[in-house]
């Protein structure tokens, strides 16, 4: 069977093809994380909710006009990747451009789950051409299920809209970790993820480009790829060199994620969109991995919270940071 959807975009062939093509752009309606090879012949990865990833290949590329390219889901043995077709064309119309989508290759209860999944993003994709935001993706606010790895891109979704509206005005100002200023934090983080990647055996690399949200974005979803294959019954060294459980060192990556985009939120005036349902699981994660590491000064001490304090306010306050407002 087969679906098809159409999508009338008010930005030009030629923006309309980046949105759906550009690793940036495909994080603001679709993805959590993208790495895209965008020639015949070259693969897609791509974390659309956390702990789901489609992959496939391009087998045709028209700039500004066509795609072709196989759909499939990692881990799903009906529908792996490649396992069927997705063709995207392009054209004029009234000022803006006609998009169109035909997926192949589907059984029909795999078109009718599709067709729900490209009928939500098709109508975020229109919002962001509309008004240059489609705001938070309720979908990948509350996973089905939940693990260090899945809690990780879910932490990551909740933290990018937050960086994606900082701003040059924002870099020295004061956040509630300790004595770091946002650019202090954004590098602390930039180191953070580099180390917890190593830890899984994955080389983060920054791409010193693009926004500091593709900075970070990029970096998480290497860390979060290399997490993905260890074994969490298994031990890893530890940021001294230490072993430890790999489920403990895993648990950092969420926790850190979360933890320092408040920081960021709360000095530049904005609001993380992140679910209780989250914040509570990364609780639990918190006060496994916190404690040990208030010995050596990477956290300070829990400080009180407000009666009426969101979940996330009194995570903060269990990782020793009050709202500055306070």
Request: aromatic share 6%; charged share 20%; net charge negative.
């Amino acid at each position: 069977m087969s679906f098809t959807k159409t999508v009338t975009l008010s930005v030009s062939p030629d923006e309309a093809f980046a949105l759906i093509t550009d690793p940036e752009r495909l994080r603001r309606w679709q993805t959590v994380s993208a790495v895209v090879d965008l020639r015949a012949g070259g693969e897609y990865r791509w974390t659309v909710t956390p702990g789901h990833v489609a992959a496939g290949s391009y087998r045709e590329v028209e700039p500004g006009k066509r795609i072709v390219f196989g759909w499939g889901w990692e881990g799903n043995e009906d529908l792996g990747p490649d396992a069927s077709t997705v063709t995207v064309t392009i054209e004029p119309a009234n000022g803006g451009s006609l998009v169109t989508l035909v997926h192949e290759g589907l059984t029909e209860q795999e078109a009718a789950m599709h067709a729900e999944g490209w009928d939500h993003y098709f109508g975020r994709l229109a919002r962001l051409a509309a008004s240059g935001d489609a705001g938070p993706d309720e979908w990948a606010q509350v996973p089905e299920t939940l693990t260090p790895i899945i809690a990780a891109d879910a932490a990551l979704a909740a933290i990018q809209p937050v960086l994606r509206n900082l701003t040059a005005e924002d870099r020295p100002k004061p956040t509630p970790c300790a004595k770091f200023s946002c650019h202090e934090v954004v590098g602390h983080l930039f180191g953070s993820l580099v180390q917890l990647g190593a830890m899984a055996g994955a080389q983060v690399q920054n791409p010193n480009e693009g926004s500091l949200e593709n900075r970070i974005s990029v970096m998480a979803a290497q860390a979060i790829d290399g997490w993905r294959s260890v074994d969490l019954d298994s031990m890893v060294s530890g940021p001294v060199g230490t072993e430890m459980p790999a489920s403990a060192a895993a648990s950092i990556l969420p926790v850190e994620l979360v933890l320092h985009g408040w920081d960021l939120a709360q000095a530049s005036g904005q609001q993380i969109h992140i679910s209780d349902e989250l914040v509570d699981y990364l609780r639990a994660l918190a006060e496994m991995v916190v404690p040990p590491a208030r010995q050596s000064g990477a956290f300070a001490d829990e400080v009180p919270s407000a009666a009426d304090s969101s979940a996330i306010d009194r995570l903060a306050a269990f990782a020793g940071r009050r709202p500055l407002a306070a």
